[in-house]
């Protein structure tokens, strides 16, 4: 039950991951085309502020495993 529940936990981790950059990719495309509103330009950049500390987190991790 136990490993059951860690996977649904990483399958909806990778969900949101996908969809957090559909929408990432999807906020750049229609910047271009005009202004963003103010709700869609904060969605924009809470997205890219969670892709950054994702990352930044997931590399001090992976050092910290490494070199610990």
């Given at each position: 039950?136990?490993?059951?529940?860690k996977?649904?936990?990483?399958?909806?981790?990778?969900?949101?991951?996908?969809?957090?950059?559909?929408?990432?990719?999807?906020?750049?495309?229609?910047?271009?085309?005009?202004?963003?509103?103010?709700?869609?330009?904060?969605?924009?950049?809470?997205?890219?502020?969670?892709?950054?500390?994702?990352?930044?987190?997931?590399?001090?991790?992976?050092?910290?495993?490494?070199?610990?």
């Amino acid at each position: 039950m136990i490993e059951l529940l860690k996977s649904i936990y990483q399958l909806s981790g990778v969900v949101l991951l996908i969809c957090g950059i559909y929408y990432y990719f999807h906020f750049k495309k229609i910047k271009k085309e005009r202004k963003l509103t103010k709700v869609e330009l904060s969605i924009y950049i809470i997205t890219r502020i969670a892709f950054f500390l994702c990352a930044s987190s997931f590399l001090l991790l992976f050092l910290d495993r490494n070199y610990g």
